[in-house]
């Protein structure tokens, strides 16, 4: 009878873990990134050899914009204007509108549609730079609880799978604080089910996390290199509809 | 110049007030070094080996190029000086002006007045419907290519866009190719997957033509795309000297096709290594047709046998040497041409090899690179050989081998 009631026990934590609600999880995961639905985001990417050597840096600035529409039309669809602000690719610009990508580079003023492989290209892929939010992206399951970080702390484990195909990644292992569900490290899979990169999350304040601060992302496919993403600016801003013109890429927004 | 000078004036005053961003500068130094080697074979060979000098052979030369960019308050500016200097020259310094113009927004419309560079259409190695700018594809390294004096007034809203150009505006009339005065328009609608492009320009003197494009992204990893135009007159050379008379003149002169189809179809596939594989097939009507090569090859055989006869060699070497004209008679040589492009992205590091095929005669052009991108600097080296059975065109080029390497310095 003792041993049923332990059975009885453990299975009921297990399912008050599962049972979470995931999206609500996701959402709230999400605010450390994207405070708003609509962002200015500027990003610096350093990237630093295996031996710890600085590789390249780079300078993005994004502009992360979440359009509201029916779930007939697919539900909320992320789109992401990213403008290469360093000088080795200074002009260029990647347009995102869910699944669908273009690029234009400096120089044609001819914005090229461009397939969600040639988005990864580069060591820290323009989807790492533009994604900054899973609950429109993914679903799945609380699978447990771990400890994990650094300091270590109790969270959450969470298995997720893409909801469609122009995701970067189409699975996320995925661990939260279980207090206060800042994102803390992810391991990310590519389409063929190869783990792609390990990343870390880099919190303001560890004690009581408003923002991330920075992602650390290690190459685990190639060259074991990792990239430093760091989130040097965010403001809330609403982009004209026009910005979101694949056509409008070859022409020059304000940046303020 | 002028026109974007006055149309900059303009368009100044109205966009400064516009609050449109701070001033951005950037720009890059570019020390290059092209090696050229020049072709033992075809009418230019054969004309400079009877009287050196009667034409110019491809001269290897290295050159820097500094390349300027500006953009604020509505105004934008790519200004390049080259400096260059060939074999056997002095040292040449050219300047010239990219872009130049100024922007307004009013009333949901973009308008832009002055010299800009506008790019359109769908393919990589031909694109029949880049109506306004014509820039030159397979270029050996990326070039910002030169900008057409314009008006233009564009509309977009989330999926849509329109864009009227009147381009050369100030041009006379019998300009021809890029330079011809014309009115172009292009419309863009967004389908999910699929971008659909439709285009209409009226030249001043080659008149009316209409095209379409597509692109579509079919899978993860490959994206389709094709364009069609239809044109009722292109710029072109024909000659009205046949068999090996004697000309006085370059019987080469310029003259317009008649109705024209120009036809592209490619894809292009890319995983998750990075790997990267472009192909496409395309059809150029306004090209000259095989019946006029094949009267061309007989033409040359023909001088090349008065070689060792009575006839004047300096006439026959002027003759052979004003048959290389037809090289330049449209944007292809031959109306059917088959790309292909393998190129790999490995961390820095870009090799590429690409191989352009006529079939018409079998001949070949096959390119090599090498590209190296670091923080600012950018390294390019690669080779450029044309080649083919001895009557291919792209045997009797002028050069027959180009090998270059250019460093890029952007700031």
Known sequence: MKKLTLFAGLALASLTVCAQDVPALLKAADKYRMSSDNMQVETQISVFNADGTPDKERRYTVFAQQKHQSLVDGGNQHQSLVLMQSPAEKGQKVLMLGDDFWLLMPGSQRPLRITPMQKLLGDASTGDIATMSWAEDYAGTVTGEDRCGEPEQACLHLSLSATRKGVTYQRIELWLGKAKHEPVKADLYVQSDKLAKQARFVMDKPAAPTAVTAMLLRDQLTNKKETQVRYLARKERTVPEAWLNPMFLARSPALE | ?411
């Not at chain 2, 002028?2 to 720009?27: D, H, K, N, W, Y």
Request: proline share 5%; glycine share 10%.
């Open chain 2, 1 to 411: 110049m002028r026109f974007a000078a006055v149309a900059l004036a303009l368009t100044a005053a109205s966009s400064a007030c516009m609050g449109q961003g701070a001033p951005e500068f950037s720009g890059q130094v570019r020390p290059q070094w092209f090696d050229q080697q020049a072709n033992a074979a075809g009418p230019l060979a054969q004309a400079t080996g009877l009287q050196p000098g009667i034409a110019p052979l491809p001269a290897s030369y290295g050159a820097v190029e500094t390349e300027l960019r500006a953009t604020g308050h509505g105004l934008g500016f790519i200004g390049t000086l080259q400096q260059q200097r060939r074999e056997g020259d002095r040292l040449r310094s050219h300047a010239w002006v990219n872009e130049l113009y100024g922007s307004h927004e009013a009333a949901a419309w973009q308008f832009s007045a002055g010299k800009k560079i506008v790019g359109w259409d769908v393919g990589y190695a031909f694109r029949p419907n880049d109506v306004v700018e014509q820039e030159v594809r397979r270029t050996l390294l990326s070039v910002t290519p030169e900008g057409r004096p314009l008006l233009m007034a564009e509309h977009f809203d989330a999926s849509t866009a329109w864009s009227f150009v009147l381009v050369n505006p100030t041009k006379p009339r019998g300009q021809i190719g890029a330079d011809e005065p014309a009115l172009a328009a292009r419309v863009y609608q967004r389908d999910g997957s699929v971008d659909w492009h439709g285009f209409a320009r009226v030249g001043a003197h080659t008149g009316p033509s209409i095209g379409a494009a597509l692109a579509w992204v079919a899978s993860e990893s490959v994206e389709l795309h094709a364009s069609l135009r239809l044109l009722a007159h292109a710029d072109t050379l024909v000659s009205d000297a046949s068999g090996a008379t004697l000309a006085r003149t370059n019987p080469w002169t310029p003259a317009r096709t008649g109705n024209a189809a120009q036809a592209l179809a490619g894809a292009t596939w890319t995983n998750e290594a990075q790997l990267s594989l472009l192909a496409e097939a395309w059809w150029d009507g306004s090209a000259l047709s095989d019946a006029q090569w094949d009267d061309w090859n007989a033409r040359n055989r023909g001088l090349a046998a008065l070689i060792g006869s009575p006839a004047p060699m300096a006439a026959v070497a002027g003759n052979l040497a004003w048959q290389a004209s037809a090289f330049n008679a449209s944007t292809n040589l031959r109306r059917a041409n088959l790309f292909a492009r393998l190129s790999w992205q490995f961390e820095k590091w870009q090799p590429a090899v690409d191989v352009l095929l006529t079939p018409a005669d079998r001949g070949r052009v096959v390119t090599g690179s090498l590209g190296w991108q670091g923080d600012r600097v950018r390294v390019d080296a690669g080779l450029r050989l044309y080649g083919g059975p001895a009557e291919a065109l792209l045997a009797q080029v002028p050069a027959r081998r180009i090998g270059y390497v250019a460093a890029t310095w952007s700031f």
